[in-house]
């Protein structure tokens, strides 16, 4: 069970008073909120936290939660900051373990098979939930491009001086910052498309304009006003950047069925990541 809380000038009240009637709910209903293992992270740009100060503990009376720097919600770790460094981090752990040991057993698979585990690694690894780090450091970024190159060598069996732009083309290995933007784009077309979730659907909004002009095209999407950074990443801003950007030949037709979509999103990357 997770509780999103917005603060305002820094007040707990709003937050005890959800506390307290979730611990009532899960009292009438015989259940007990265990202190031990529940979680909170106070999130915030690093200035707003200097000035409301560091908050140690949640206190509602009968439960004293502390706060931590970070907390793991379906295996994404969420810091303070929503830098993702942490998260990041142990997404390179993950893979470079399982990569060393398909390294030892390489040479023993077929090239097919082989290209099968490392396809698998990847979707299973740095493309899971990956559309949360949209804009995120370019430190980061870089982290898990080199992390896709070395996966891409092993499995090609390719000298590391040698260039890997061609060997993730030959692979049709989409690079990591397209993946991000190829993930948030098919996340757009299904909710547009299936009008679910509504949660999603309602941060998507089509151009408001009372025609559509040759020049502005179609199923464009409404930009929202200028806004901090540390907001820019949210999905209300995130999905309208990704979707105008991609071309009319993407966006202009809704009918199409998920797997077109897909193979569309996928060959309009592609050419700007390999072929510009």
Not at 202 to 211: C, F, G
Not at 224 to 241: E, G, M
């Amino acid at each position: 069970m997770q509780l999103y809380v917005a603060l305002k000038d820094g007040s707990l009240s709003t937050v005890t008073e959800c506390i307290k009637a979730l611990h009532h709910w899960l009292d009438l209903n015989g259940l007990y909120l265990n202190p031990e293992k529940t979680e909170a992270v106070v999130v915030g740009t690093s200035e707003r936290q200097r000035v409301e100060g560091h908050i140690v503990t949640i206190d509602t009376g009968t439960v004293h939660i502390k706060t931590s720097d970070s907390v793991k919600s379906l295996d994404v770790v969420i810091d303070s900051k929503l830098t993702f460094n942490q998260h990041v981090n142990n997404i390179c752990k993950s893979v470079y373990f399982h990569m060393k040991a398909l390294h030892r057993i390489w040479k023993l698979l077929p090239d097919d098979a082989a290209k099968t585990v490392a396809c698998t690694m990847v979707a299973g690894r740095l493309d899971y939930c990956n559309a949360v780090l949209y804009d995120t450091s370019s430190a980061n970024i870089d982290k898990l491009q080199c992390l896709q190159n070395s996966l891409a060598r092993v499995v090609t069996n390719t000298h590391r001086r040698d260039h890997i732009t061609p060997v993730l083309a030959d692979l049709h290995w989409l690079p990591v910052r397209y993946r991000i933007e190829y993930k948030i784009a098919l996340i757009t077309f299904k909710a547009l498309t299936t009008q679910q979730p509504q949660y999603l659907l309602e941060l998507t909004r089509h151009s408001e304009a009372p025609r559509q002009l040759r020049s502005h095209g179609v199923n464009i999407l409404q930009t929202s006003p200028t806004v901090l950074n540390f907001s820019k990443r949210a999905f209300c801003h995130v999905s309208l950047l990704v979707w105008n950007s991609l071309p009319q030949s993407v966006i202009s037709d809704l009918t199409v069925t998920t797997n077109t979509f897909k193979n569309r999103l996928k060959c309009a990357l592609y050419s700007r990541a390999f072929l510009q």
